[in-house]
């Protein structure tokens, strides 16, 4: 079955230490995203990127960065920089980018801080 | 600027009641709307969606209907169960300065009690 998958599903964090979380679709999708969310405030949009080796910033990108070397990967590393981590982060696919097709989601990784 | 504003929960219903959740936008343009569910502890699952004013877009039991007059896309379902019980996001995609993009409403926790 196509579809999103994100690992870890839990993952923690020491203070001062980068992390990496990975996004994989087989669905063929040329774009890809990752949302943070946070209780009471929805999803916010992280980075986006609509083709290979090209992304861009979303609403929220300080503290985070991403990269697409490959269709199916869109890895997401939260850096030290990021202040305030601990947020459940979806990835999501579509094809054709925004243009109406609505998002697939992974099933999310919970990030805390120990 | 472009939004979507939706009802504040959370909601406890019994099994077999109505339920109505308002949502309501802000935009610039003619966006597409959509309803997305999230079950405990998983993704963003696309509940049902409209591309135009007065499309009726609806699932499992599940209705919305395009309203263009009144900017909003409430979603509605005549006889609850249990297995309802999720966070409900309204969404919409609108062009933003060339590149379009997915704004989320902050959700609305629905619990259904037996």
């Not at chain 2, 600027?1 to 949502?23: D, H, K, R, Y």
């Not at chain 2, 993704?43 to 900017?71: C, P, V």
């Not at chain 2, 509605?76 to 297995?83: A, D, T």
């Amino acid at each position: 079955d196509g579809g999103i998958t994100q690992s870890p599903k839990y993952l923690f964090r020491k203070e001062g230490q980068n992390v990496t979380l990975s996004c994989e679709q087989n669905l063929n999708h040329d774009a890809m995203y990752w949302y943070r969310q946070d209780p009471g405030q929805g999803l916010r949009l992280i980075y986006y990127s609509q083709i290979v080796n090209d992304f861009q910033k979303g609403d929220i990108a300080e503290g985070y960065s991403v990269s697409r070397e490959k269709k199916e990967s869109f890895p997401l590393t939260v850096t030290s920089a990021q202040k305030n981590p601990t947020a459940f982060y979806l990835c999501a696919s579509s094809s054709q980018g925004f243009k109406n097709q609505p998002q697939h989601f992974g099933d999310g990784t919970r990030l805390s801080i120990l | 600027g472009n939004s979507v504003t939706q009802m504040e929960g959370p909601v406890t219903l019994s099994e077999e009641a109505f339920l109505t959740i308002n949502c309501t936008y802000t935009a610039t343009g003619y966006p597409s709307l959509f309803w997305y569910v999230q079950y405990p502890g998983e993704g963003l699952q696309l509940l049902l969606k409209a591309t135009k004013a007065d499309d009726k877009g609806s699932n499992k039991g599940f209705e919305a209907t395009y309203r263009k007059e009144t900017t909003s896309f409430h979603l509605e379902k005549g006889s609850v169960q249990v297995s309802d019980s999720a966070v409900y996001f309204c969404a919409l995609i609108l062009p933003q300065g060339g590149s379009e993009k997915l704004v989320f409403g902050k959700g609305m926790k629905l619990t259904v009690n037996p």
